[in-house]
C-alpha cells in the first residue's frame, strides 16, 4: 500500500484523536482529518505549525517520516523512529557483520542502477546518452575507477545545457535539493522498515552523516528527481524561491511509477522492495539488490 505525503505550508495545528490526524487552520472552521496509517512523511514548511507530542509520537509508531524546513523553506530536519522491525537486532548484526567484498558488489549493483537511468533520462528526453553506455560497461567491484563520478560528469551539462550541479548554485539546483531530500527521507523510512540501520552505508562513510546508508541506496532514484525537475525547470519559472505549486509536484515523486523486478510500482512502495532485498544480500539469501529501472 502506498503511504501519503502529506505538505503543510500554512499555519496549522495538528492533532490526532482517535488515530486520526485532525487538521486546523486558523480562521478556519473546517477540520481535516486522515488516518495516521495511510501517512507516510509529513513536510512542516510553515514557521507557525502547532504539533502536539501524540501527533510526533503516533506518527513514529507508524513508521513515518517528519521533515521540518528552514526560513529558507527547504528542508532542515528529520525525524525517523528508532524501531522499525520485530528483529531489528538480529538484521544489525548482518548488516554489521557484512564483509568488504560483499558490499563492494552492492556499491557495483548500485552504481550501475544509478548509471542506468541516467542514461535513460537523456534518451527519453532526446539529448546524447552513448557515453554512458559506454561508461557503464566499465563500472567494476566497488566502482574503484570512480566511474559515477565520470557518468555525472558528462550527464550534468548534457541534461540541462552546460549545467553545474552545486547545491548552493543557481535554478535548478534547488528543485534537485528538495526534491533529494524527500527521496533521502523515504529512504531512511523503508530501511527502518525492513530492520536497517541507516547510519552504516556501503560506501559513503562520512562520520557526520546518520543517514550514510540512505545516502547510498537512493542513488539509483535520483535520476526520478532530475527527470522531474527537468520537466517543472523548462515548464514553470523557477527562481531562488521555489512556489507552493512546485513543491507540491516535487513531492509526487513518491507515486512515479518504476519497474521492480518486471513489476510496475510508485516508488515509494517499490523502495520497500529495494530494502527488503537489500537485508536479504546481507544475510545471504539473495545476491542482488532489486533497484528501480525508469519506464
Given at each position: 500500500?502506498?503511504?501519503?505525503t ?41 514557521a ?71 542514461l ?9 546518452y ?37 547545491r ?63 520537466e ?31 513489476v510496475?510500482s ?17 544475510e ?9 529501472v525508469?519506464?
Amino acid at each position: 500500500m502506498i503511504k501519503r505525503t502529506l505538505y503543510f505550508g500554512h499555519p496549522a495545528y495538528l492533532s490526532v484523536n482517535l488515530d486520526q490526524l485532525v487538521v486546523q487552520q486558523p480562521g478556519n472552521d473546517d477540520t481535516r482529518k486522515i488516518p495516521v496509517e495511510d501517512i507516510g512523511v509529513v513536510l512542516l514548511d510553515h514557521a507557525q505549525i502547532t504539533i502536539t507530542h501524540a501527533v510526533l509520537r503516533r506518527l513514529a509508531e507508524n513508521k513515518c517520516a517528519v521533515i521540518s524546513c528552514d526560513e529558507s523553506h527547504m528542508p532542515s530536519g528529520l525525524m525517523l523512529p528508532l524501531e522499525g522491525n520485530y528483529t531489528q537486532a538480529e538484521k544489525y548484526n548482518h548488516q554489521i557483520n557484512a564483509s568488504i567484498p560483499l558490499k563492494k558488489n552492492l556499491w557495483q549493483q548500485t552504481v550501475k542502477a544509478k548509471v542506468s537511468n541516467q542514461l535513460m533520462v537523456l534518451k527519453k528526453l532526446g539529448k546524447p546518452y552513448k557515453r554512458l553506455e559506454v561508461l557503464l560497461e566499465r563500472i567494476n567491484s566497488g566502482d574503484s575507477g570512480n566511474i559515477e563520478a565520470q557518468a555525472a560528469a558528462y550527464y550534468w551539462p548534457v541534461l540541462f545545457d552546460n549545467f553545474i550541479r552545486d547545491r548552493y548554485g543557481e535554478p535548478p539546483n534547488n528543485l534537485l535539493n528538495y526534491g533529494y531530500t524527500i527521496l533521502r527521507a523515504m529512504m531512511a523510512r523503508a530501511l527502518l522498515s525492513s530492520g536497517l540501520l541507516p547510519t552504516l552505508g556501503i560506501f559513503h562513510k562520512n562520520k557526520y552523516n546518520a543517514y550514510a546508508l540512505a545516502d547510498d541506496i537512493m542513488e539509483p532514484y535520483r535520476p526520478f528527481v532530475d527527470m522531474l525537475s527537468y520537466e517543472l525547470f523548462t515548464e514553470m519559472k523557477i527562481d531562488s524561491f521555489l512556489s507552493k505549486d512546485a513543491k507540491i509536484k516535487i513531492l509526487g515523486i513518491a507515486t512515479a511509477d518504476a519497474i521492480f523486478a518486471k513489476v510496475k510500482s510508485p516508488l515509494m512502495v517499490g523502495m520497500s522492495r529495494t530494502s527488503a532485498s537489500l537485508y536479504d544480500c546481507f544475510e545471504g539469501k539473495k545476491k542482488l539488490i532489486v533497484y528501480p529501472v525508469m519506464l
